[in-house]
Each structure stands twice: as structure tokens, then as C-alpha cells.
């Protein structure tokens, strides 16, 4: 049987694309996950079946999905491998790889926890029965597109070198200091004691106080400098990986969890932990290993032998460990990053907990998640305690062995007592930095499997990607009105939320999009400011293609303020200000909020508009939060303005003060997503969506009596 290729899922929803990679790579075809994501529309309730099948069928793959039994296990033209479906502990949905058939075992590839052969009655208890069974078609043709390895990561290293040099440099000469000082045991032994040189000994031994008082000056140094590298490396990477995820588009986050995206943070430190190390080694250890290994050689070719001969074992003590090591590390990532989203989402729900008295169970989830990082970090751990211990082991044996058979030579006359007890005291500069370069492949592994992690996002292409920042785009174009022409959207492999959708909306009019819950009024609106993009159809701002137009340009002149938006811990101001390119005078501040209704609040507070707002805007009610955003959007001076239900937490006086307020802006032009009719009673023009699709427009007087969608919205 041809040797089938584990790969693990990298996040808890990734099990269907990882049996997609596994049954790609059988075929010897390579594709990135996060592509692989984006085809199969894998989302935060993971990844569907039939999506899946669409995945394969758009990699030029026949797979057909069927309801078996276990009968099909029994079938001779049965394609493998193939992907079944499972339910884990009746909760958690699940696929894996079965790549094999031995008699009454299966052989499956489990995503999550790596190869297992199971019986078919046992395997029976938790398979639903689903099958997907994709076969490559004669056009099929193999293909690898790799993610970046971690040598992508060397330009940070490089942009580094003078800290490098220093690191070496100081290093180099803390060697120089031990070996030299080695060297001093064989005089005492050999010349100082037996020919009573006591002033010869006096003068050496001075010189080498004085040589370790410089040697604890370079081992200070040395340090110092690398705490300064290993910050800057922190920096660089870090943030470049943050300033990366803020560039993603929106459909990224509305598919991943936050811990998903926060645990690569942490990958970071593995990978710059393993760069370091690396660089260092290159440059210092084999040096060292190469010219302590000729020193050994020249004070005794026999005891040099007997220190190689335990490198083979050295080698096997690495090797056995390698494929364990790998696992290892990417389940206890994975954990890490399960358990960050569980106490994130706690968090951010604590007033659903507090309201249903949900301590108790939100705790024994963060519990149990808790309990499964410790165990899989205690494994990780383990492994490599124990990897250390053969390696420990093996250097104590050698030790051993060169002082028994240095000994003999010894006495039989052919080295002297000084040069054993020297060589021995050489040994540790030849098999500490061969302890660095073996232990090496612990950091690269782990590090590999973390660039794998950090590299799968850097390799998502960002919002930036598609746009033509040459291109130009007047101001003009967003007063001259929006069209949208045959609009269609879907999330991934849902079903459409928006249909065929085709209408006007004039030049600095008022509209209001109504429907019920669920009809595509909020996704409209993310299409608007270009979070997502049509599946068919297009939008236009006066003649332009919204595609064309550079997004930070279309934000700026187009703004979306969401029901609950958010705000960041700083004072008032700062966040009414905030992203503002300029900030607009403080007469222009006061007077926006006088319209929001919002500065009888502001006045009542001790410090005014340097009042401290919490993250999130938690010490204010939700009226106040939405007034503060509308604020915000007017202060930004956008020509298009989208309120989705951005009055909801307003009393009906507030909020008629404000709408009022907002009706009569001249030279804006106004979009309401609105559950609230009274606020469509004030508007140009109403468009009335349905299950996605346009089913009404015109005026509240058009509408009100013509026994459509609308007028039974109206009277309920």
C-alpha cells in the first residue's frame, strides 16, 4: 500500500480541509489551507459536506457523496482513500480519512489526532454514514503551491547582522577565555606543583582571575544583546503579522475565531526563538565544534575517537523523536488556540452569562479545554524531557568512557595526568555547542510547525490585492448618486442572501431599506462599503464600478455605522476623532454633538470630552454609544452615510430628534436599514426587501395601501 501523508488540522473547525489536503497530497497535489478554506467555504460552524464535494469537483475531482452502511466496507471497486463523516462523543461534528481496509479494521487518518486502525463495528458507532469519494478525472492534472518556510523569515535576521556580529564576536572570546583557562589544570599538574614554580603559578593565576572578570563582562554583554535582538525580532515579526491581519478582508474574520487568530502571536516567539538559535549555531557552534574537535584530536587521537563514536547515537536519539515532536507541538498550538477563543468569547458574553447564571457551565468548558492544553502540553513536554534525558545520558556514558580509558593512558605513561584532566575540561566546549546544534531540531521542528500556522494567514492575499492605487477617483463621483444592477450574494456555500437585486438610489436622497429579520437589509450594507463582494452583479457609485474604486477612498466618502459599534478605551474625543486624517475644530465637534443630542451627557461628566471611555464603550448605555457613533460618522464628513439600526437604543423622542436632524443634511445622501417604520415614513424613496429579493419600492404614500409586503409590516 502506497505510504499515506499525515497532515494535521491546524485550527478546531480545519478537520474537512485537512482530508482534503491529506487525499490532495495522495495525489501529489499541494494547495494552501487557507485556499483550501475559501473554496470549501469553511466558516465558524466549519465545513459542510457538500461544500467538500464542491471543493474536490473544483480541483477537477469526480466525488460523488453517499448513504452507506457497513456493507460498503465490503466493496472491492470501493475508491480510497476516501471521507467519512462522524459524530465525536454524539456533540461534535467530524470528518476523517479512511485510506485503508485490512479484513474488519479500517485504517483512518484522523485530522486531530494523527493515524489509528479501528474496527468496523467500532468505527460504526460514531460514522453517520456520509461518505464522500472523490476520484481524480483524466483532466485532472497534480499541482504544488507551498506556503513560505520559515527561511522567509530570514530578512529578519539580516536586517539584524550588527547585533549578530556583536552576539558572535562576544561570544567568540567568552571561548577563547574557557579554553585558554583549561589549559591552566594541565599546568598546575604538570609543571607548577611538581617543579614548585610558585611565582610562575602566582603571575597564571592572577592572569586568570583577570581573564574571567573580562570573561563575566562578555557573558553580561552577550546577554544584554540578545534580549535587544530577541525584542526586535518580537517587533518586526509580531507586527508584521498584526498590520497584516488588519489588511485581511472581512470575510477572514467572520470565518475564524479570535483565539485562532491571537495563538499565532504566540507561534511567533517559537519562530523567532528558532531563528536566533539557528543563526548562532551556524555561526558559533560548528565554528566551535571544528576547532575544539581539532584540539581534542591533537591532545589524544584515541579519546577524540571514542568522543565521535557517540555521535551516531546522538543522531538516533533525534530521529526517533522527530515524527512525535511534530504531533506534539501542533496538537498543544491547536489547544492553545481553542482555549483563547473559549475565554475571549466568555468575555465578551459576560452579561449573557451573568443573566442566566452561566458561571458554572462556562467555567467547566474553559476547564476541560484547559485541561486538554496541560495534557497535550505535558506531552510535548515529556517528549522532549525524555529526549533530553538520552541525550544527557549519552554524554555522561561518553564522559565516562574517556576518563576509563584516559586513565589507563595515564598510567601506562603515554599522556600525562594534566592533559586528561584538560581534555576532559575541553570536552564541554566541544560537546556544549554540539548540544546546540542537535538541540537545534527540537526548535526547528517547532518552529516549522508554527510557520506553518503564521505563514497560512501572511499568505492570504490582503483587502490591497485587487485595488489600483494609481487609479483616481474624484470626490464628485459619490454625489452623483448609486446604482446597483442584478446584485447577488451568498456566504460561501450558503444559500443567497441577497437575489437579483437591481435599483436606484439618487443623488443626496433618503432611503430606507425595510424587511424582516433575515431579508438581506445588514448584508446590503457590508456590500456597499465593499466588506464583501457581489457573487454577480454590480454596484456603482455615479459610473464607477465599486470594485474600482481604492477602498480606503470609498470608506472614507462612504460610511457604515452598525447597530453596535465599537469603541476604544480613550477619552471622548479621542474616539469621536477617531482615524480622522484631520481633525475638525472643536466648534465643529460641539456643534455635532448638540444635533446627537449628545452634549447635555458630555457636560455632565468632570472632565468633559476627556471623559475615559472603557473599551468597548461599556460604561456607557446603548443609547449614548449609538449617539457617540453618529457623531463620529458626521464628524468624518463622509458623502454617503448607512445607518443600520444605528438608532435601535434611542427613545422614540431622541431618536426623532436626531432623524430630524439627519433628513434635512443637504449634500448627503442617506441609507437607513431600518425595523423602524416611522424612520421609512420620513424618507425618499423605501425599497422593501424579501427573502434577498426587491419585492417593493416608492414613498410611504406609495406603499402604505397597496396591500403589499410593506402595509402588513406597517399595521403590525
Known amino acids: 500500500m502506497k505510504l499515506f501523508t499525515h497532515i494535521q488540522q491546524q485550527d478546531e473547525k480545519d478537520c474537512g480541509v485537512s ?17 483550501l478554506r475559501d473554496f470549501s467555504g469553511t466558516d465558524l460552524e466549519g465545513t459542510t459536506a457538500f ?59 484522523d485530522p486531530a489526532i494523527g493515524k489509528v486502525k479501528i474496527t468496523i463495528e467500532e468505527f460504526a458507532k460514531e460514522w453517520t ?19 513560505a518556510s520559515i527561511n522567509s523569515f530570514l530578512p529578519v535576521i539580516w536586517h539584524q547582522k550588527g547585533l549578530v556580529f556583536n552576539i558572535i564576536l562576544a561570544s567568540i572570546f567568552i571561548t577563547s577565555f574557557g579554553i585558554g583557562s583549561s589549559f591552566y589544570f594541565q599546568g598546575i599538574l ?6 614548585q614554580a610558585r611565582s610562575a603559578l602566582n603571575v597564571v593565576s592572577v592572569g586568570l582571575i583577570v581573564i574571567y572578570f573580562f570573561r563575566i563582562i562578555f557573558e553580561y554583554s552577550r546577554n544584554y544583546i540578545l534580549v535587544i535582538l530577541g525584542q526586535r525580532m518580537s517587533m518586526t515579526i509580531m507586527l508584521q503579522y498584526f498590520k497584516h491581519v488588519l489588511s485581511l478582508p472581512m470575510n477572514f474574520f467572520a470565518t475564524r475565531k479570535s483565539g485562532e487568530i491571537i495563538s499565532r502571536f504566540l507561534d511567533a516567539n517559537k519562530i523567532i526563538d528558532a531563528l536566533a538559535s539557528a543563526t548562532l549555531s551556524v555561526f558559533l557552534d560548528i565554528g566551535m565544534v571544528v576547532i575544539v574537535g581539532i584540539t581534542l584530536a591533537f591532545q589524544n587521537v584515541t579519546l577524540f575517537l571514542i568522543t565521535l563514536a557517540s555521535l551516531p547515537f546522538y543522531l538516533v536519539a533525534i530521529l526517533a523523536f522527530v515524527k512525535n515532536h511534530e504531533k506534539a507541538n501542533q496538537e498543544e498550538m491547536i489547544a492553545g488556540a481553542t482555549l483563547n477563543s473559549s475565554i475571549i468569547e466568555s468575555l ?34 515529556t517528549l522532549d524531557n525524555i529526549q533530553q534525558g538520552i541525550k544527557h545520558a549519552i554524554q555522561l556514558i561518553s564522559s565516562a568512557l574517556i576518563l576509563w580509558v584516559g586513565s589507563y593512558y595515564v598510567m601506562d605513561g603515554t599522556i600525562s595526568l594534566g592533559q586528561l584532566i584538560t581534555y576532559n575540561a575541553l570536552l564541554v566546549f566541544f560537546t556544549d ?8 531540531q527540537v526548535k526547528m521542528q517547532t518552529a516549522q510547525v508554527a510557520n506553518k500556522r503564521l505563514n497560512e494567514i501572511l499568505a492570504i492575499e490582503t483587502e490591497s490585492v485587487n485595488q489600483h492605487p494609481n487609479r483616481v477617483v474624484t470626490d464628485q463621483t459619490f454625489q452623483q448618486g448609486i446604482s446597483l444592477e442584478d446584485v447577488s450574494f451568498s456566504y460561501k456555500m450558503n444559500p443567497p442572501t441577497l437575489s437579483n437585486l437591481s435599483c436606484t438610489i439618487p443623488p443626496f436622497s433618503k432611503v430606507a431599506f425595510v424587511g424582516v429579520s433575515g431579508s438581506g437589509k445588514s448584508t446590503l450594507a457590508k456590500l456597499l462599503v465593499n466588506f464583501y463582494s457581489p457573487s454577480e452583479g454590480t454596484i456603482r457609485y455615479g459610473h464607477i464600478n465599486h470594485l474600482d474604486i481604492p477602498f480606503h477612498q470609498l470608506r472614507d466618502r462612504v460610511t457604515y455605522i452598525p447597530q453596535e ?64 457613533a453618529i457623531a463620529r460618522a458626521l464628524l468624518k464628513d463622509a458623502d454617503v452615510l448607512i445607518l443600520d439600526e444605528a438608532t435601535s437604543g434611542l427613545d422614540r423622542f431622541l431618536e426623532h430628534t436626531i432623524l430630524d436632524y439627519l433628513i434635512n443634511l443637504e449634500m448627503k445622501t442617506l441609507i437607513f436599514i431600518a425595523h423602524h417604520l416611522p424612520i421609512a415614513k420620513v424618507c ?15 414613498t410611504h404614500d406609495d406603499l402604505r395601501y397597496n396591500e403589499g409586503l410593506y402595509q402588513q409590516l406597517w399595521e403590525i
Open 348 to 381: 465578551k458574553g459576560i452579561e449573557t452569562i451573568k443573566a442566566y447564571n452561566g458561571e458554572e457551565k462556562v467555567y467547566d468548558l474553559v476547564d476541560r479545554e484547559f485541561v486538554k492544553l496541560m495534557k497535550k502540553s505535558f506531552r510535548t513536554s
Open 51 to 109: 461544500g467538500l464535494k464542491k471543493t474536490f469537483e473544483h480541483l477537477s475531482f469526480d466525488c460523488p457523496a453517499v448513504q452507506a452502511d457497513n456493507d460498503v466496507w465490503g466493496e472491492k471497486e470501493l475508491p480510497l482513500p476516501l471521507i467519512a463523516h462522524i459524530v465525536i462523543e454524539n456533540s461534535y461534528m467530524h470528518y476523517v480519512v479512511v485510506y485503508g481496509i485490512k479484513g474488519k479494521t479500517l485504517l483512518i487518518d
Open 19 to 35: 482530508c482534503i489536503s491529506m487525499i490532495l497530497k495522495h495525489y501529489k497535489t499541494e494547495i494552501s489551507i487557507h485556499k
Open 129 to 147: 454514514g456520509i461518505l464522500l469519494l472523490p476520484t481524480p478525472k483524466e483532466t485532472y492534472f497534480p499541482s504544488k503551491e507551498k506556503v
Open 565 to 628: 459599534s465599537f469603541f476604544f478605551s480613550g477619552s471622548i474625543i479621542e474616539n469621536l476623532t477617531f482615524s480622522l486624517d484631520i481633525s475638525p475644530s472643536f466648534e465643529r465637534i460641539v456643534e455635532v454633538c448638540d444635533a446627537v443630542q449628545l452634549s447635555a451627557f458630555i457636560n455632565q461628566q468632570p472632565l468633559r470630552y476627556d471623559t475615559i471611555i472603557e473599551e468597548g464603550g461599556t460604561n456607557l448605555s446603548g443609547g449614548q454609544r449609538q449617539r457617540l
Open 190 to 195: 604538570d609543571f607548577f606543583i611538581p617543579n
Open 433 to 440: 555547542p554540539l548540544q546546540n546544534i542537535i538541540n537545534l
Open 684 to 698: 425618499n424613496q423605501i425599497l422593501v426587501l424579501n427573502e434577498g429579493k426587491l419585492v417593493e419600492q416608492g
